[in-house]
């Protein structure tokens, strides 16, 4: 059971609710399509996109250490992803909006993150491509510093705000919530986003229910797909061990969710490492940090205009 608790106010902040309070009236928009979400695949980039969420002074990004642990031992989570961004079926977006015609600089600029619908092609990530947001959106406000943003810390803000993604397992996907979420990017000459990073808490319930079925049938569409290949070979070493009350299991070629959970060196890797605000109630959570570059997509508009 872990021992750091992140702040009790509200936890699920949903579109704007938090932000009403705090942006201000918003003249320019501009929109980012999404071009590559950056999953950790060693322990020393799983280091490098943690922060601290909770406020114990130590970095967390629990599920990017779980990623690069499993991609070490040839099961990948980074490629498909890769695949998936490149071909359409899954697309996040960011819309910035602000005072500033420039988008450069405002005190209270208001940034939101969301799952798009997958395209019809795959994009062209140039700027002419079109999207639109299809989940309920993550609405962070923040200063804009020479085109960089950064919402409020997840450890101190008074303001949680939760987000969902959507990632890759094989030629799958699932969605995550991440509550008490960071958003961070800085943008290029160009407009573009060149470095972006989402931080915070996945309630360990959806590690467990989601995540876990996600990689056990990613491990049999490997086994089924090429039994030969490095990750089949990869999940059946590590996970085809049967299950408690289940031993038959074992050695089958097939990779049930319970011998994914039961393993010892998943139960371990899936521990939970913080506490969050759900509803009112604390719950285990894992911390996560991915990064992520984006293209902007369309020209910046005023009240509706474009300029």
């Known amino acids: ?56 002074g130590s970095p967390d990004n629990s599920l990017g250490q779980v990623l690069s642990a499993l991609a070490s031992q040839g099961i990948d989570f980074d490629s498909p992803m890769d695949a998936a961004v490149a071909s359409g079926s899954i697309v996040h977006l960011v819309r910035l909006q602000s005072t500033d015609v420039f988008l450069a600089n405002d005190p209270a600029a208001q940034a939101t993150w969301c799952i798009g619908a997958p395209t019809a092609t795959p994009p062209l990530f140039d700027g002419t491509d079109s999207a639109s947001c299809t989940d309920t959106s993550g609405s962070f406000v923040a200063a804009l510093s020479g085109g960089s943003f950064t919402s409020p810390s997840p450890a101190t803000t008074a303001n949680p705000v939760s987000l969902d993604i959507e990632l890759a397992a094989g030629s799958s996907a699932y969605t995550l919530p991440v509550l008490n979420a960071r958003l961070s990017f800085a943008t290029d000459a160009a407009g573009n986003i060149q470095f972006g990073q989402i931080n915070g808490s996945i309630p360990h319930d959806n590690i467990v229910n989601t995540f876990a079925p996600a990689l056990a049938a990613m491990c049999n569409a490997s086994i089924q797909g090429d039994p030969s290949s490095t990750t089949a070979t990869s999940c059946k070493a590590l996970f085809d061990t049967g299950c408690n009350g289940f031993p ?3 050695g089958d070629g097939q ?13 371990s890797l899936l521990a939970a490492d913080v506490q969050v605000d759900s509803g009112g109630t604390l719950v285990d959570a894992n911390s996560i940090g991915i990064r992520f570059t984006a293209v902007a997509f369309d020209r910046v508009f005023a009240n509706g205009f474009e300029l």
């Open 1 to 56: 059971m872990p021992h750091r608790v992140l702040g009790r106010s509200a936890s699920l902040c949903l579109l704007a609710s938090c932000a009403a309070t705090t942006a201000h009236a918003t003249n320019y928009v501009r929109s980012y399509l999404v071009n590559n979400v950056l999953l950790p695949t060693t322990n020393s980039q799983a280091s490098s996109y943690a922060i601290d969420v909770d406020g114990d």
């Open 248 to 250: 038959g299991f074992a």
């Open 255 to 267: 990779i049930e969710v319970c011998e994914v959970t039961e393993n010892v060196v998943t139960q």
